[in-house]
C-alpha cells in the first residue's frame, strides 16, 4: 500500500533528533491542550536510548572521557547519524570516525582506536558459532606443504590496527579495577577472537597483522610470511601461526592449490 | 508435556510448550540473571524476550536463550516491526523474525501498536499514530503480513501515549478491536499502558478496559511507571519500566483477570534491573492473583455441577 502524500510519520519524525525544530503541529494534548512536553517525551526517549546504546557499545570509551564528556560527544553522534537498522547492537559503527574527527576529543588521539576494538568486540560477540582449527590439524600437515596452505577464517575473528596503544588502553578501561598511567605512544594492533563464548583482545606482534590479514584474506601461508617479513624483519612466523591458532583465529584448512 | 509437532528439517526444536501456555506468571528475562534463574531449576514461570536482542548469528545471547528455554515457556516480544508506520515492513526485519520464531517455538508471540523506523532511521522507541480509517488499513496489511512471515498469528499491544492526533477520528479501543476482527490477531493488554494513558489524556482506565476486546487477550503485561509534568504542570506519566508495578495497575488487573479469567502475565522490567528475587517477587504476586481466581472458578464449577 503507498505511504499517503505527507504521513503522519513523515510529520512527526524530522523533529525527533532536531531540538531547533518545534513539535510537529499535528499532535494535541487532551481537550486541544499544548503538546509540546508531550511531545518532548519522545524526543528524551528517542535520544536518551540511542545514546545508551552506544554507551552500552562503547564502555572503555565512556569510562576513559567520563560520563558528561562520552553522553555529549554521543548526542551529537547520534543526532547527525541515527541508527538505520532495528537491531542496535549494529549501531554505532561510523563512532569511531566520528571521534576521530571530534573537536574536543583531538587531545585524545588514541580515543577512536579504542572504540575500533570495542566495535570489533561487539561484532565478535554477535558472531557466528563456529568450532575453531584444533593445533593437531596443523601439525599433521607435510612441512613441505605448509606453504601451500590457506585457512578459513573464524566468523568472530577481526584485526583492529592501532597508531597508538589502543590495546592496552581498551583492557585497562573495559572494567572497573584502577587504571595507572599508560604509555599511549607505542603502535598496537589488536587480534579479536570468540574461539568459545568468551571475546578475547590480544595484541598482535610486530607483522602478526599484516600475516592475519593476508591470511583472512586467503592468501597461502608462505605468500603471508613473505610479505609479513617485508612489514617486519622481526616477524616470528611459528609464534605467530601458533598466536592465531591458539587464539581460535581459524576454522580449518586447505590447500592452495587443491 | 507432548510433542505437538513430531522433529524434522522443517522444525528443528518440537514445540515443547505449545499455546496457551494459561494462567501463568512470567518475566522479561534479563541477562544478568540468567546464573539465578538456572540455579533455582525449573519453575512455573515463562519468560519474555525483546526479538531483536537475538538477532546475531550466535554467541551468548543465543546460548543464554537456549539455556532458559530448555525449561521454561518462552514469550517472543518484537520491539521493532513497525507495524503502525505507513511504509512497508523491513523484509529483512520479517525474515529475521521468522527465523527465530522456527528456531525457538515461542509459546507467544507479540509485537506492538507504534512505529519506530521512519525511511531509512531506527529511532528505538514505540512512537505513537492517529486512529483513523487510513491507518487502519496500514496496521492490518502490515500484521496481515506478519502473521503471514512468521505462519502464525501475533498478539498486538496496546501503547502506552504522550499524545494524540488532530486527525485522530476513531478510540484507541475500537480501532485495536477493528485491527483484531480483520487480521485475526490475539491482543496482548498491557495494564500498565492502560493506566499511563488514561492519566495522560484524562479518560477513566475502567471505561478503557470496559471497552476492550477481552475475549481476544492472549496475555497481559504489568509494569512499573515514573511520573512527569505536562505544559500545564499536570501529571503525566511515562512507561519507563524501571521500577514496581504501581497499586493502581495491581488493582485493574485483578478486575481484568476476574473478568477474563486466569491469563499468562509478563511483569515487564527494562531498565534500572533489580536482582532476581525482586523481580520474582512481583511476579509471584501476579501468580497469587491468577491462582486465586482459578480456585474461585473452580468453586464456581463445583457449585454450578
Redesign the interface.
Given at each position: 500500500?503507498p505511504?499517503?502524500p505527507i504521513?503522519?510519520?513523515?510529520a512527526?519524525?524530522p523533529a525527533?533528533?532536531d531540538p531547533t525544530r518545534d513539535a510537529p503541529?499535528?499532535?494535541?494534548?487532551?481537550?486541544g491542550?499544548?503538546?509540546?512536553?508531550?511531545?518532548d517525551?519522545?524526543r528524551n526517549?528517542?535520544t536518551v536510548?540511542?545514546i545508551d546504546?552506544l554507551a552500552a557499545i562503547y564502555p572503555a570509551v565512556q569510562r576513559i572521557t567520563g560520563t558528561d564528556f562520552f553522553r555529549a560527544m554521543a548526542r551529537f553522534h547520534v543526532r547527525g547519524s541515527?541508527?538505520?537498522?532495528?537491531?542496535?547492537?549494529e549501531y554505532g559503527r561510523g563512532f569511531p570516525d566520528f571521534i576521530a574527527r571530534y573537536e574536543h576529543a583531538q587531545t585524545m588521539p588514541w580515543l577512536a582506536d579504542v572504540a575500533r576494538i570495542e566495535r570489533a568486540w561487539l561484532d565478535?560477540?554477535?558472531?557466528?558459532?563456529?568450532t575453531p582449527l584444533a593445533p593437531a590439524q596443523l601439525a599433521a600437515v607435510a612441512p613441505e606443504r605448509l606453504a601451500d596452505l590457506v585457512l578459513t577464517p573464524h566468523?568472530?575473528a577481526q584485526i583492529v590496527c592501532a597508531e597508538f596503544s589502543a590495546v592496552t588502553i581498551f583492557a585497562a578501561n573495559r572494567d572497573s579495577a584502577p587504571v595507572s598511567r599508560i604509555d599511549a605512544s607505542t603502535p598496537e594492533d589488536a587480534l579479536i577472537t570468540?574461539p568459545g563464548?568468551d571475546v578475547i583482545v590480544r595484541h598482535l606482534p610486530p607483522g602478526g597483522a599484516v600475516f592475519a590479514t593476508s591470511l583472512a584474506e586467503g592468501r597461502p601461508l608462505g605468500e603471508a610470511a613473505a610479505s609479513a617479513l617485508d612489514a617486519s624483519p622481526d616477524f616470528d612466523i611459528a609464534a605467530n601461526i601458533a598466536g592465531l591458532i591458539e587464539a581460535g583465529a581459524f576454522t580449518s584448512i586447505a590447500f592452495g592449490d587443491a | 508435556m507432548t510433542l505437538a509437532i513430531g522433529p524434522g528439517p522443517s522444525t528443528p526444536t518440537p514445540l515443547r510448550f505449545p499455546s496457551p501456555i494459561g494462567g501463568i506468571a512470567g518475566t522479561s528475562f534479563k541477562h544478568e540473571h540468567l546464573k539465578a534463574i538456572l540455579a533455582d531449576g525449573p519453575k512455573r514461570g515463562f519468560f519474555e524476550v525483546h526479538a531483536e536482542n537475538y538477532m546475531g548469528a550466535g554467541g551468548p545471547p543465543h546460548r543464554a536463550l537456549d539455556a532458559i528455554r530448555r525449561d521454561h515457556p518462552l514469550s517472543l516480544h518484537g520491539v521493532c516491526m513497525s507495524i503502525g508506520g505507513p511504509q512497508p515492513l523491513d523484509k529483512a526485519h520479517l525474515a529475521r523474525f521468522r527465523g527465530l520464531v522456527a528456531r525457538y517455538q515461542p509459546a507467544m508471540v507479540s509485537e506492538h501498536l507504534a512505529w519506530s523506523t521512519h525511511e531509512s532511521s531506527f529511532f528505538n522507541d514505540l512512537l505513537p499514530l492517529p486512529y483513523t480509517e487510513a491507518t487502519l488499513r496500514h496496521v492490518c496489511a502490515h500484521i496481515d503480513q506478519m502473521q503471514e512471515a512468521i505462519r502464525r498469528p501475533i498478539l498486538l499491544e496496546n501503547p502506552s501515549t504522550y499524545l494524540a492526533f488532530t486527525e485522530t477520528t476513531m478510540s484507541e479501543t475500537d480501532f485495536i478491536r477493528s485491527v483484531a476482527e480483520r487480521t485475526g490477531c490475539g491482543l496482548l493488554l498491557d495494564i500498565n499502558n492502560v493506566f499511563v494513558s488514561a492519566t495522560n489524556h484524562g479518560f477513566s482506565a475502567l471505561d478503557y478496559l470496559a471497552d476492550f476486546p477481552l475475549s481476544r487477550i492472549g496475555e497481559i503485561h504489568l509494569a512499573g511507571h515514573d511520573e512527569q509534568a505536562d505544559d500545564d504542570g499536570e501529571p503525566l506519566l511515562i512507561d519507563s519500566h524501571d521500577g514496581p508495578v504501581a497499586d493502581a495497575v495491581w488493582k485493574l488487573y485483578e478486575i481484568v483477570i476476574e473478568r477474563c479469567g486466569p491469563m499468562p502475565t509478563l511483569v515487564e522490567w527494562d531498565s534500572r534491573i533489580p536482582d532476581w528475587p525482586v523481580l520474582q517477587a512481583e511476579a509471584a504476586a501476579a501468580q497469587a492473583i491468577l491462582d486465586r481466581r482459578g480456585t474461585a472458578a473452580r468453586a464456581e464449577d463445583r457449585h454450578a455441577a
Open positions: 500500500m505511504p499517503e504521513s503522519f510519520a513523515a512527526f519524525a525527533l533528533l503541529q499535528i499532535v494535541t494534548g487532551p481537550n491542550k499544548a503538546a509540546g512536553k508531550r511531545y517525551v519522545y526517549n528517542v536510548s540511542l546504546a541515527p541508527p538505520t537498522s532495528p537491531l542496535l547492537f565478535a560477540y554477535h558472531a557466528r558459532d563456529a566468523p568472530a570468540r563464548f | -
